[in-house]
């Protein structure tokens, strides 16, 4: 497990010059800080004599993440919300833990591309291309096995094994989003017209409103 988190360290690295899609850093370093009156996009330097090294360092990653939910899965992010001297650099990642046959449903990173790497057990993986082509690309994955997914695209994963798996993700910003597709189309608040599902969906509106009853949990 150690020699794959340093493997990883060295990846993210390697995506965060390659892959980045956020603004390139002006200056060595520029540590988020709480917003003031004014909106940005991004955060807010800190004062780079008040930085400290704890600035840059998030502990935990190793720790595996509570999979009893409905999901069976738990996504351990890492990002600049979690350490703010990911600020300005392009780069953030997560920890992916699954219990038998848990799934990270359907979802889209707005802002990042994913590269995946199994640490534990197997999965199957896929993204689907934009319209109007609509492939599914998919494959299973071994421990030690690497996927990425494209920025924007739906993707998932799921548990295809017997026991419990984990798998590390680096994304290509200090922010990349998560946007699950059920909860933003069934349990956005206020609801989408149900009239608009059904016929986008091509189904009965009871079907719709017992979607949209149902509890869409985040990740």
């Known amino acids: 497990m150690a020699n794959m988190l340093y493997f990883m360290g060295f990846l993210a690295l390697s995506c965060s010059l390659t892959l980045a899609s956020d603004p390139s850093p002006l200056q060595d370093f520029c540590v988020a800080a709480p917003n003031g009156e004014v909106f940005v996009n991004g955060q807010f330097c800190k004062d780079p004599k008040l930085v400290t090294e704890n600035d840059f360092f998030f502990s935990g990653l190793n720790k595996p993440g509570n999979t009893a939910n409905p999901l069976g899965s738990k996504v351990t992010p890492v990002n600049v919300a979690q350490i703010p001297g990911l600020n300005t650099l392009g780069i953030s990642a997560a920890r992916i833990d699954f219990a038998p046959y848990g799934l990270n449903p359907p979802h889209i990173h707005p802002r990042g591309t994913e590269i995946l790497t199994v640490l534990e057990g197997t999965l199957y993986v896929g993204f689907v291309t934009s319209n109007t082509e609509n492939r599914l690309v998919t ?20 548990n295809a094994g ?14 990349p989003g998560v946007i699950t597709v059920a909860n933003s189309v069934f349990g956005s608040k206020p609801p989408i017209a149900d009239d608009v599902l059904a016929k986008a969906f091509q189904v009965d509106k009871s079907v719709v409103d017992h979607l949209q009853s149902q509890f869409w949990m985040d990740n």
């Open 139 to 158: 494959k299973v994955l071994q421990k030690g096995d690497v996927f990425v997914f494209p920025q924007g695209l739906i993707h998932f994963q799921r």
């Open 162 to 175: 017997y026991g419990n798996a984990v798998a590390i993700a680096a994304l290509s910003s200090q922010n």
